[in-house]
């Protein structure tokens, strides 16, 4: 099974920057040719996509986050990355990538851990 392994989360002050990276252990699931997107799950929340990357290349954000993130890949390390700028404590969440297609009863990784201090 595909595993993906997302990594960079940690405790950011508020106003800060962090990058988190999402990992493919099967090189032949090529995150470039699908449809792929940052989710988060804060406490006591549903979980909820913030970033789109389709493999066309266009993006999509969610409102909260517009302007201050920013997702993107490297097709030859089969990465999908989530830069993220001026932190605020209401980001503090676990952050997962996944498809976009992927459902509560699909495979999810571990996540990482955000966590922003005011």
């Known amino acids: 099974q595909v595993q993906l392994v997302e990594s960079g989360g940690g405790l950011v002050q508020a106003g800060g920057s962090t990058t988190l990276s999402c990992a493919v252990s099967?090189?032949?699931?090529?995150?470039?040719?699908?449809?792929m997107g940052w989710y988060r799950q804060a406490p006591g929340k549903m979980r909820e996509l913030v970033a789109s990357?389709?493999?066309?290349?266009?993006?999509y954000y969610e409102d909260s986050v517009k302007g201050r993130f920013g997702i993107a890949r490297i097709d030859a390390k089969n990465t999908l990355y989530l830069q993220m700028n001026s932190l605020k404590p209401e980001d503090t969440a676990i952050y997962y990538c996944?498809?976009?297609?992927?459902?509560?009863?699909?495979?999810w990784g571990q996540g990482t851990q955000v966590t922003v201090s005011s």
């Open positions: 996944n498809t976009l297609r992927a459902g509560p009863s699909n495979y």
């Open positions: 099967d090189s032949l699931f090529r995150i470039q040719y699908k449809d």
């Open positions: 990357l389709f493999a066309r290349g266009s993006v």
